[in-house]
Structures are given as structure tokens and as C-alpha cells.
């Protein structure tokens, strides 16, 4: 791997229970439950970072967990523990995993897990691009692969979130090789708009209210978290549209899945496409000088 003296066999690489780690310094030193899991799971344990990265980045099919709010991955770690975070699709095989690795924890094994990742800075990896045509792709674990780099193929109204370089990506499991995000033609500015107002119009002078709510409310102006809500802004697409449909689905039911029930309500699968495309293209704002 340029620029990291790490090595690692391709057994051990194409063992995705175990830790990847080219870049050590890239994150402060993993705890025993990111690097190893429980030990409560014995052979089977497998540390978080297995798939959420060492950073935290995470990837299309799972979630990025750098920066989030210690209380807020703490509450999703119990709701997949107490059944309470569930996927709408039966087929995503990581939820069921998600489930049993958080029963297997401890509290205190929580706390440290959010604590490590909370402390790290979220940083996108996710270039959008509005684009008519696509590459051809299969899926594999989740994820879109393609056939090759040539977009041949109408896009249909999808997202489709790949690696930028699969051979990094896949084969190497580079934790610095991102995702281009390829969307409909229009969507980030028609997401702009739900995303700011709600959707709000005005007709004949009169405000007409949007079939949703703007996201800054709870989310914060700069889409990055306010108090205990999670920040969205630059995140994976992919991730932000199974959340808002699980959660129009009632299968996220945590304490404050009936906060968002009713902003996802109305909302379609283009609104859904629209929105997590034009929140992905956020970048955090740079911290002050």
C-alpha cells in the first residue's frame, strides 16, 4: 500500500472479520473493542472497525460513525440490542450482525466504542455527481460495483454510490479510497429545496407549507448535529435513504424515531434521492482560525 508500512497477506485481507489498519496514524490507538470486539463473543468477535473503518468513515453499506455524538451511538447501539433498530429489507445481512454484536456488549464496552469514534472529526469521502447515465453494476455485499467505467446505462432515478477505485477499495480495503456518488440530473437543487424549506412555495403571495419540515430545525443550520441529533451533512447517500425509509416504515422505533415519523411521511422515493444528494454534497464547515 504506497504510503503506509503496514503488510498484510491477502488472507488476511480478504478476512473481512479482521482489522485492516494501513494508516495508524490516521486515528487515535484503537481499544480493545475496535480493533478485537467483545470477548464475550469469543471466536466469533469482530472489532468494529472491521467494517466501520479505523476512522470511522464507514461505507455505502453500513454507516459512517466518526464524529457522532457519544449519547446518540449509544442509543442506536441499545436499539439494535433491545430490537428496536431493524432494517425494512430482509435481505441486508449486516443489521442481524449490527444486533447481535450490541447484544453481545456491555455498556461500558458502548461507551468506549462511541467515545473513540465521537472524538474523531467527520470528513466526507463522497463525491456526488448528477449525471442522465451510469456504469453498469453488480451489487456484492451490499455495495454497487461496476462492470466497467463507461456510463452506458440511464440512472432511472437511483443512486448509485460505488468505489472510486475498486481495486483500493475492495481488494486492498483502503481506508483513504472514497465513493463518487452518481444521481438524477436536478437532484441536488430539488433537494436543496426540501432539504431548506420543506418544500415550502408561496402561491398568490400566500405561503404554501412543504410535505416536510426543513431538516436544519433539528439537524442544525449547518446540517453538522445539534444537541443530541446526529449531523448528516457530507454523509453517504445511500446510508441517509434507508434511514429515512426505515424509518417511514416503522422499523426504527427508538426514542426519537417519533420525531422524524412524521417529517418522512410524505415524502417519496425521488424526494428521498433528492435529499440525501444534496446533503452529501455538503461539506462541514472548517473550524474557525
Not at 456526488?128 to 456510463?151: C, H, M, Q, W, Y
Not at 440512472?155 to 483502503?174: C, F, H, K, Y
Request: proline share 9%; aromatic share 6%; net charge positive.
Amino acid at each position: 500500500m504506497a504510503g503506509s508500512s503496514a503488510m498484510y497477506s491477502r488472507v488476511d485481507i480478504r478476512d473481512l472479520g479482521n482489522v485492516i489498519d494501513w494508516f495508524p496514524g490516521d486515528h487515535p490507538p484503537m481499544p480493545q473493542i475496535i480493533a478485537h470486539g467483545s470477548p464475550s463473543l469469543g471466536n466469533a468477535a469482530r472489532g468494529c472497525a472491521s467494517c466501520h473503518l479505523p476512522t470511522g468513515k464507514g461505507r455505502p453499506e453500513n454507516a459512517s460513525v466518526a464524529g457522532l455524538l457519544v449519547a446518540y451511538f449509544i442509543r442506536q447501539m441499545e436499539d439494535f440490542r433491545d430490537g428496536l433498530r431493524v432494517s425494512s429489507d430482509p435481505r441486508k445481512p449486516n443489521t442481524p450482525t449490527m444486533m447481535l454484536l450490541a447484544k453481545a456488549m456491555s455498556a461500558a464496552e458502548m461507551r468506549t466504542a462511541a467515545e473513540y469514534f465521537g472524538a474523531m472529526k467527520w470528513t466526507p469521502w463522497t463525491r456526488v455527481v448528477e449525471t442522465d447515465l451510469v456504469p453498469k453494476t453488480r451489487i456484492e455485499g451490499n455495495l454497487f460495483l461496476t462492470l466497467s467505467s463507461a456510463r452506458t446505462e440511464p440512472i432511472a432515478g437511483r443512486i448509485i454510490e460505488t468505489p472510486e477505485d475498486q481495486e483500493q477499495s475492495e481488494v486492498l480495503r483502503n481506508p483513504r479510497s472514497g465513493f463518487v456518488a452518481y444521481v438524477p440530473v436536478g437532484s441536488i437543487k430539488r433537494g436543496e429545496h426540501l432539504v431548506t424549506t420543506g418544500g415550502m412555495s408561496v402561491v398568490e403571495g400566500k405561503i404554501v407549507p412543504g410535505k416536510t419540515v426543513a431538516c436544519g430545525t433539528c439537524h442544525g443550520p449547518d446540517l453538522m448535529g445539534l444537541a443530541d441529533v446526529p449531523g448528516i451533512a457530507g454523509r453517504s447517500p445511500s446510508y441517509l435513504v434507508r434511514q429515512m425509509y426505515d424509518l417511514q416504515q416503522g422499523k426504527r422505533r427508538g426514542a426519537s424515531s417519533p420525531l422524524m415519523q412524521p417529517v418522512v411521511a410524505n415524502l417519496t422515493g425521488e424526494d428521498f434521492v433528492a435529499i440525501a444528494a444534496y446533503v452529501t454534497s455538503l461539506a462541514p464547515p472548517l473550524p474557525a482560525k
